[in-house]
């Protein structure tokens, strides 16, 4: 089936500092997503993103997050700057159509700041 | 806001045994949302198990089903013989059914079967 890829699977930095988590969605989607899980805990949703907007964030979504997908290629989500509790693996996906239609994820992105 | 609970996990069972993981829902902006069960295995994304987008329907898929129970606000997984290879962590999730809103998600149940 379509595939979502997350690069890199693991990545590790300094408190305070800028990373950019990336993300390739399937080809003809329009919409995309992140989500951010903590081990043991809820999923959660961060922001989803369509025609080079934020459509919906939630309050994890903090002001120093950021997404775009400039000209059509990776769906970044970037953090500057990060902070301890930022650590937790980033699920990306995207969809055809918004809302209730199917959503194709990636593998994670596992996020570990020291 | 919205929001799901499923069975807390880890859960094991052995092969050929019946499997049930819980799932109840809250949803506040929309009476009948869409629900949803998705399965993600080691190394690889979630993917799409099933959905039911109607109350009092029931969704299935490899061997899996789902009924949407609008009374109960739940919407359990079951299968009557589980395989080592459904081995899994399986995620609840409820949308709302328009453009702008995202599905969320509950924490997961991860699934190990023995052979």
């Known amino acids: 089936g379509p595939k979502v890829l997350q690069i890199p699977s693991h990545q590790i930095i300094d408190m305070g500092q800028m990373v950019t988590l990336n993300c390739d969605p399937v080809?003809?989607?329009?919409?995309f997503y992140w989500y951010k899980q903590i081990l043991g805990q809820q999923m959660e949703f961060l922001v989803n993103f369509y025609n080079g907007k934020v459509m919906e964030k939630s309050k994890l979504f903090k002001d120093q997050f950021s997404v775009e997908r400039p000209d059509g290629s990776y769906f970044t989500l970037k953090i500057q700057p990060t902070a301890l509790e930022d650590s937790a693996v980033y699920f990306c996906?995207?969809?055809?159509?918004?809302?209730?239609?199917?959503?194709?994820f990636g593998a994670g992105t596992r996020l570990s700041v020291l | 806001g919205d929001s799901v609970t499923q069975t807390e996990g880890p859960v094991t069972v052995s092969e050929s045994e019946s499997l049930i993981i819980n799932c109840t829902y809250s949803a506040t902006s929309i009476a009948y949302p869409n629900l949803f069960w998705y399965v993600r295995y080691p190394g690889e994304g979630l993917q799409l198990l099933l959905k039911?987008?109607?109350?009092?329907q029931k969704g299935s898929s490899r061997g899996f089903e789902a009924t949407y129970n609008k009374e109960t606000t739940s919407f359990h997984l079951q299968k009557a013989s589980v395989q080592e290879s459904d081995s899994a962590v399986y995620y609840c999730?409820?949308?709302?059914?328009?453009?702008?809103?995202?599905?969320?998600f509950g924490a997961g149940t991860k699934l190990s079967v023995k052979p």
């Open positions: 080809s003809n989607h329009l919409y």
């Open positions: 996906a995207s969809s055809l159509i918004g809302g209730a239609n199917t959503l194709y």
């Open positions: 039911v987008i109607t109350a009092g």
């Open positions: 999730a409820l949308g709302e059914g328009n453009n702008n809103n995202a599905p969320r």
